[in-house]
């Protein structure tokens, strides 16, 4: 499958796994990496909090990128009413994996897409369930170090995979980005489309 753009494309997003889903697209895509403060007021709801934090970011780029289609994401967890984001240290990713534990929690991406007569945001939700877990495997992966860049304080894609009982719903969301929903968007709003096929 041969996809083409004839926009500049930016990430707005220092994340390697948000940058490896982009990639699938084969698509040229720049990173800019946005500044912004990911906290906001508890007034937003999960869904509302992800695409808001995922606008501020592509707005911020998007101010000195004109002509570009600027595209952010946030992702965040749900367990409950607590929404949990990146644990700040290895006690705070403790807390997190031990709610998680044993629940079903909700991982919820907002993606922003801004660019020329284009302002379009969106989020996808993904129910993750975990296995009971010991304190010993808490323990054990918190001091990996791996939960500290990570919503809810696990990757899926490294080790905290082996703690996922059953998921229902978009396994990319749950890594960072729901690239196939933001693929049907991005061709629908015609940012990508087929490459015509030339006969000799």
Do not use: C
């Amino acid at each position: 499958m041969n996809l083409i753009t004839k926009d500049k494309i930016i990430l707005a997003s220092e994340s390697p796994r948000r940058k490896e889903l982009f990639s699938k697209l084969g698509v040229p895509f720049e990173i800019q990496p946005a500044g912004v403060d990911e906290k906001l007021d508890s007034i937003y709801g999960p869904e509302e909090f992800a695409i808001a934090i995922a606008d501020l970011k592509a707005n911020e780029i998007a101010q000195s990128n004109p002509g570009a289609i600027v595209i952010a994401a946030d992702t965040t967890v749900r367990i409950g009413q607590a929404l949990l984001t990146k644990p700040t240290n290895n006690a705070q990713a403790k807390k997190f994996i031990k709610l998680l534990s044993g629940n079903v929690h909700h991982v919820i991406t907002g993606v922003s897409i801004i660019g020329p007569d284009i302002n379009l945001a969106f989020s996808e939700t993904t129910s993750v369930k975990f296995y009971e877990l010991s304190d010993e495997e808490v323990n054990a992966y918190v001091e990996s170090g791996d939960p500290l860049d990570k919503a809810g304080g696990y990757g899926i894609q490294t080790m905290g995979g082996l703690f996922v009982e059953k998921i229902q719903g978009d396994y990319n969301n749950v890594v960072g980005l729901p690239i196939s929903r933001l693929y049907q968007t991005l061709l629908r709003l015609g940012v990508i489309e087929f490459a015509k096929e030339t006969t000799k």
